[in-house]
């Protein structure tokens, strides 16, 4: 039984370290794109769903205004997905000064897309750029976040995405707030990696863009009907069209979102990706089944008893965690975020026991002010 016991963990702690190692190379092979001459970028349209977000808006604005784009090839567009607060009145208020911008509302109700989906189909109706991108009301962007994005798009490039990140400064809750920026810095720079070998796993949905014509030819939101992640869904319907996809690990892609306040609403946001995420290619479900293994399984050793093999196997899914880490924080240039990423492995076990229960005793999902079944 011990031999067993050991065969079968080294096996797993060894495809572990060879898959973080995979992910890490993955990360440092991307490359920077040749910067583009303003008259060779494309015409893109920013859409923005938003719902209830007086609160986001104002610091959203402001990186809107400082984008580094050509405004004579930039249409924004915001909107308004039922909201009951101020933002329809705040982004109406930012007109004067960004004469791209148009606030609208859905002027349909497809019965077979959630809200927010709905929003963007009716918005990306009525774009007019070559490139759609899409980001959230609760986001900050960088400079150059645009650009970066359309300098991606060569002949065989559909879609893009970059990575994002939460940040707050409410200090009663750093810890908390920082365990969720190494979660994402952690789950989309393996996903960065995976495109750059050929497979792509996912997508975020406030850091995307995509050719508007490949959009209506997988027929788009309507056609893919319900899912409480379009991002994914998007992103799932092109790639079994055989488009290429990009997920890029490039510091001027980097969006700050907020993150989840709480325990249960960071709990009821990873039921509501993992619910939809559910048609994962077969290469997306070994990866995550090895990964939960891997981190598991240090504990199922220590509980049998087994505490060579135990510590052995911690210390390799440690240091393979704090090195893919640090490589996707190198590549951000986010040397700051370091901070307590020792405890990272720890919550990622923590917060995955504690789904077990919460993804199979709710049927529901609470998204937005609207209840989902699942």
């Not at 995405?161 to 393996?190: S, V």
């Not at 995307?208 to 209506?216: I, L, N, Q």
Request: net charge positive; proline share 4%.
């Amino acid at each position: 039984m011990v031999d067993l016991w050991t065969g079968f963990s080294t096996l797993i702690i060894s495809l572990y370290a060879i898959l973080s190692l995979l992910i890490i190379i993955g990360i440092r092979r991307q490359k920077t794109p040749r910067p583009k001459d303003n008259q060779a970028l494309p015409t893109v349209s920013i859409v923005i769903a938003a719902r209830n977000e007086e609160q986001n808006l104002p610091a959203l604005f402001f990186s809107l205004k400082k984008l580094d784009y050509p405004l004579n090839f930039l249409e924004i567009i915001l909107i308004d997905d039922g909201s009951t607060d101020r933002t329809r009145t705040i982004a109406e208020s930012q007109k004067a000064e960004m004469p791209h911008l148009r606030v609208i509302s859905p002027e349909k109700k497809y019965p077979n897309l959630n809200g927010k989906a709905n929003a963007l189909h009716n918005a990306i109706l009525q774009a007019k750029g070559e490139i759609i991108a899409i980001t959230d009301a609760d986001c900050s962007l960088p400079a150059f976040w645009l650009r970066a994005h359309a300098e991606q798009y060569d002949e065989q490039t559909t879609m893009v995405g970059g990575i994002t990140i939460t940040t707050n400064t409410d200090d009663e809750k750093r810890l908390f707030y920082q365990m969720q920026a190494h979660d994402w810095l952690y789950l989309l720079g393996t996903g960065s990696a995976a495109t750059e070998w050929g497979f792509p796993l996912s997508i975020i949905g406030n850091n995307m863009s995509f050719r508007r014509e490949a959009y209506f030819t997988v027929g788009g939101y309507e056609k893919i009907g319900f899912s409480l992640v379009e991002d994914f869904a998007l992103m799932r319907a092109l790639q079994l069209d055989g488009k290429h996809i990009k997920l890029c690990a490039d510091k001027r892609m980097l969006v700050v979102s907020t993150p989840s306040p709480d325990l249960r609403s960071f709990l009821i946001q990873r039921k509501r990706w993992a619910t939809g995420g559910k048609d994962v290619s077969l290469m997306a479900k070994g990866i995550i089944i090895l990964g939960s293994a891997g981190k598991l399984l240090p504990f199922l050793l220590l509980a049998a008893g087994e505490f060579i093999m135990g510590f052995l196997t911690a210390g390799v899914v440690f240091l393979a965690d704090m090195f893919l880490l640090k490589t996707v924080r190198d590549k951000l240039q986010q040397r700051r975020m370091m901070n307590h990423a020792w405890l990272y492995p720890l919550f990622t076990v923590f917060y995955s026991l504690l789904m077990v229960p919460f993804f199979f005793f709710g049927r529901e999902v609470k998204w937005k002010g609207r209840v989902y079944r699942v």
